[in-house]
């Protein structure tokens, strides 16, 4: 059974910085690309970022571009989104889903909320 | 990259069946047919519901169904049932090799 479970959210001041982790298990974790995804609260969902199986390629939306990295750690079966210069509007639940390979996300982690307040 | 538009709430009493439309633009819903649509229940992660406009995963009733005419993709539920009733959401890969999402449409089964 494919699992993702994030962890690593929480209250963070403005300008400050997070790394969330999803843990994955259940499938073959190098051979698929990952992404995380974003939805503000009693708002839609956002794409946020994209990472190829081996690390090699990784793709931002604009909106977080310079100031989120994401990685992986294929030997621990980890995503990982490093989030920096973090702003209210990065208030979100953050969830990790795995690439359905038709461009698609075909099994999403349980979220984890991070909230960007003074 | 601008949100897809969907309506932000469709109804309809059992046994019906509902229409959500998802508007995108000739770089994304009508560059490809890569149209994926997700259910949510609140609280929950989005499940996938059809893949590649029309779609169905193994395990989703057919009573769903996906088409796509230009830059619209439309689902469609048919005999509505109570289970129905969650926020969908269409999501469309780009030309920038990107994703964009609908900004959500609430079904309630009346």
């Known amino acids: 059974e494919v699992q993702l479970v994030e962890s690593g959210g929480g209250l963070v001041q403005p300008g400050g910085s997070l790394r969330l982790s999803c843990a994955a298990s259940?499938?073959?974790?190098?051979?698929?690309?990952m992404h995380w995804i974003r939805q503000a609260p009693g708002k839609g969902l956002v794409w946020v970022s994209r990472i190829k199986g081996d690390g090699s390629h990784t793709v931002y939306a604009d909106s977080v571009k310079g100031r989120f990295t994401v990685s992986r750690d294929n030997a621990k079966n980890t995503l990982f989104l490093q989030m920096n210069s973090l702003r209210a509007e990065d208030t979100a639940v953050y969830y990790c889903?795995?690439?359905?390979?038709?461009?698609?996300?075909?099994?999403w982690g349980q979220g984890n909320l991070v909230t960007v307040s003074s | 990259q601008s949100a897809l538009t969907q309506p932000a709430s469709v109804s309809g009493s059992p046994g019906q069946s509902i229409t959500i439309s998802c508007t995108g633009t000739s770089s994304d819903v009508g560059a490809y047919n890569y149209v994926t649509w997700y259910r949510q229940y609140p609280g929950k992660a989005p499940t996938l519901m059809i893949y590649?406009?029309?779609e169905r995963p193994s395990g989703v009733s057919d009573r769903f169904s996906g088409s796509k005419s230009g830059n619209t993709a439309s689902l469609t539920i048919s005999g509505l049932q109570s289970e129905d009733e969650a926020d969908y959401y269409c999501s469309s890969y780009t030309t920038s090799v990107t994703w964009v999402f609908g900004g959500g449409t609430k079904l309630t089964v009346l």
């Open positions: 889903a795995r690439d359905g390979d038709h461009w698609n996300f075909d099994y």
């Open positions: 590649d406009v029309t």
């Open positions: 259940g499938f073959t974790f190098k051979e698929y690309w």
